[in-house]
């Protein structure tokens, strides 16, 4: 059967597509991707053109699909490819429009080639063989799991770039005490310096699921979300709609810690949780609080995912200050098919070398991480 292209997730019954996916991750349900695109989040207008790629059996039945976009630029993927872009343009070669598959604005490691192995790889071959037509730079495959890269390592011309993020592993603790009682002395009287910080600021805070907030939360909510953007110049990614769609979609999933002085709320961290997993997604304030981010962002959510008992916390790109609050290092991976021979070999060899580098950024971060050694109290 020849691959499809599906321009709205809202034409496809939500069953049908969740039933390819091979974990509860929030990211890749149907509810949170079509919120994306019936807020308006994602879209022509934004330069996230849904494009989702769909394969059937003879008798109509879903059998693989990919979260795929039509970008026009490269804002909102967290795999920098700015420098392919600029050297393209120089050359007098086109790189826009190239092909997406991954989740909008959110570097978050999972599925992107849904269904079984041996469907799947079949979407991904005619997906390949299809890109000369569809008159695209080429198709690139963002945070894939493990079960992805094995489709995608040694496949002729697709290249392997790495990345680096810091998670949170649970290591059977009882409380946020005994996670803290494996840190070296030093750093643990750091930690508990910016808690008593912030505490002594008079705040305090409350855990929501999405189903407890009202929409006036939401709009402190977005307010801010917002105001992150706002403060850097830029314009955010999602809209106010999404939050609503995905609270009245996927409330479950949805955790929002607020942070409050007296009555008033002052910021908030929009989590969600999936698995065994704690995702730590967007946090904002609207008054500036001395080591309130940290806080809100990171103490709050380990004590969190003690608590429920979840075995790992995502909380986002980058963030080498991650490293003193017990986040370790994480390789990442993404794949990248592009047509241009020239533009190939360039970014092969680039590649290479990032590739090593990463590693080694990666053995040199654990030095930063505060746990404990046998020569330490």
Same mark, same amino acid.
């Given at each position: ?35 994306? @695109? ?23 039945? $879903?059998? =693989? ?25 120089? =050359? ?18 999972? =599925?992107? $080639? ?5 469907? =799947? ?74 808690? @008593? ?17 009202? @929409? ?29 769609? $995905? ?47 940290? @806080? ?46 020239? $533009? ?34």
């Amino acid at each position: 059967m020849p691959i499809q292209t599906l321009h709205r997730l809202a034409d496809l019954e939500p069953r049908q597509w969740d039933a390819l996916l091979p974990s509860a991750q929030p990211f890749l349900r149907h509810a949170f991707l079509s919120a994306l @695109e019936d807020s308006g989040s994602v879209g022509a207008a934004s330069g996230w053109q849904p494009e989702h790629r769909l394969l059937r059996d003879d008798q109509g039945r $879903l059998r =693989a699909a990919a979260p795929a976009y039509l970008k026009s630029h490269s804002y909102g993927e967290y795999v920098f490819d700015w420098a392919w872009a600029d050297a393209c343009q120089r =050359a007098g070669i086109p790189y826009y429009p190239k092909l997406l598959a991954a989740v909008p604005f959110s570097p978050v490691s999972g =599925a992107r $080639l849904l269904g079984d192995p041996a469907a =799947a790889r079949e979407l991904l071959e005619g997906w390949v063989d299809e890109l000369d037509r569809a008159g695209v730079s080429g198709l690139h495959v963002n945070f894939t799991r493990a079960a992805d890269d094995a489709q995608l390592a040694g496949r002729e011309d697709w290249l392997e770039r790495l990345g680096c993020q810091f998670h949170w592993h649970n290591r059977g603790y009882r409380d946020f005490q005994d996670f803290l009682d494996a840190f070296s002395s030093r750093k643990r009287k750091q930690v508990r310096k910016e808690r @008593e910080q912030v505490a002594g600021q008079g705040i305090d805070f409350a855990w929501l699921q999405g189903g407890e907030l009202r @929409e006036a939360d939401w709009d402190f909510v977005y307010a801010c979300y917002a105001n992150t953007y706002h403060v850097r110049g830029r314009e955010p990614y999602l809209t106010r709609t999404f939050f609503s769609l $995905l609270a009245e979609r996927m409330p479950e999933a949805i955790r929002v810690v607020l942070a409050r002085q007296g009555t008033r709320p002052v910021a908030m961290a929009f989590s969600l949780v999936g698995d065994d997993s704690f995702y730590g997604r967007y946090w904002g304030c609207l008054a500036e609080f001395d080591r309130l981010h940290f @806080e809100t962002c990171f103490y709050q959510g380990i004590d969190y995912a003690i608590g429920q008992g979840l075995q790992r916390f995502d909380a986002g790109a980058q963030g080498e200050h991650k490293l003193i609050r017990g986040f370790e290092p994480v390789l990442t991976r993404s794949w990248h098919h592009l047509r241009h021979p020239g $533009l190939r070999a360039a970014v092969a060899e680039f590649l290479e070398q990032e590739r090593a580098g990463i590693r080694r950024y990666a053995e040199q971060a654990r030095e930063a991480l505060p746990y404990r050694r046998d020569d330490q109290g």
